[in-house]
């Protein structure tokens, strides 16, 4: 008996959620939807040269019934053929959008943005440009990058109108973050797409390297430091003359590494200039190491007219 009670109450609620759902689906609604833009036949050797969207976001007034298939149903889409556009016409606004949509009856739209589709054409012309990657990179805790990053290829070919690609002279990936790294980076990486403008990019995307390595410290004692460009009449003597540099690199590149790799100097120049009495010496170094300290940070100096 019990049951029996459980399965009524049930079946009213049901009955009671259902007869709910139906009156409410019968008031009148508004609603957005995103309708992606798909333009067809554009003219051979002819480019649309004026920004336009990649979805048009426009809002619809009907039912909840009628609006149903559009909140739950497929995704609406606009196909614009430029065949059926009149040649004096440059300008789409609601009203010729709306001819075409398709929509079921009983739903009214109401308006979208933007607002207005401008279509304007211009010779196609291809170009081709700089790649840069837009990226950010960190590394785990003792280690780092070795050598360069490798962005293949180096550059791509943009295809759209030609006033467009003339104020282009390079293109960016889209924005990438290597975190964290402990391993070295093989990957491709899409160009970023183009806000506004209807472009064509080969390839569409371009493969990253980067050699990441464990870093380790290494000591390079008594460098002896050089002056350059002293003139003949004269003579300068640094206090202490000599410095030592701790680098950090990767372990295989320190382990090959003595003095000769580096050279400390300064330039005259610099002495001249100076009003404290100290100059920094300047250490050329291998590439992919960097100089994390040195003893003395800065020296003393005397200038004196050779004996």
Do not use: C
């Not at 019968?26 to 002819?46: D, F, H, K, M």
């Not at 039912?63 to 614009?80: D, F, K, N």
């Not at 070795?146 to 990936?173: C, F």
């Amino acid at each position: 008996m019990r049951n029996k009670r459980i399965h009524i109450i049930l079946a009213t609620t049901l009955f009671a959620i259902l007869l709910w759902g139906s009156i409410n689906m019968s008031y009148q609604y508004q609603v957005t939807a995103a309708a992606p833009l798909v333009i067809e036949n554009i003219p051979a050797g002819r480019a649309i040269k004026t920004p336009v969207p990649h979805d048009l976001q426009m809002r619809f007034r009907g039912t909840g019934w009628r609006l149903a298939p559009l909140v739950w149903g497929s995704e609406l889409t606009y196909a614009l053929d430029l065949k059926t556009i009149p040649a004096t016409q440059n300008a789409l606004t609601l009203n010729d959008i709306a001819e075409n949509l398709n929509l079921p009856a009983g739903i009214q739209p109401l308006d979208m943005k933007p607002d207005s589709i401008y279509i304007l054409l211009d010779s196609q012309t291809q170009k081709r440009v700089p790649v840069i990657l837009d990226h950010t990179v960190t590394f785990r805790e003792g280690y780092g990058q070795v050598g360069n990053t490798i962005v293949t290829p180096e550059s791509v070919t943009i295809g759209g109108a030609k006033s467009l690609l003339q104020r282009i002279d390079l293109w960016a990936t889209t924005r990438i973050s290597f975190e964290n790294l402990k391993a070295p980076v093989d990957t491709d990486v899409p160009l970023a797409e183009s806000a506004s403008y209807m472009l064509s990019f080969s390839p569409p995307s371009v493969h990253v390297r980067i050699n990441v390595q464990p870093f380790a410290e290494k000591t390079i004692p008594g460098l002896t430091i050089r002056v350059h460009s002293v003139p003949p009449n004269r003579e300068v003597i640094l206090i202490p003359p000599k410095i030592d540099i701790v680098v950090r690199g990767n372990i295989e590149q320190l382990s090959e590494l003595t003095g000769s790799n580096f050279e400390a100097t300064v330039d005259y120049d610099a002495i001249l200039a100076d009003t404290s009495g100290y100059v920094d010496a300047r250490i050329d170094l291998p590439p992919g190491l960097q100089v994390v300290n040195r003893r003395p940070e800065r020296h003393q100096y005397i200038v004196r007219k050779r004996l």
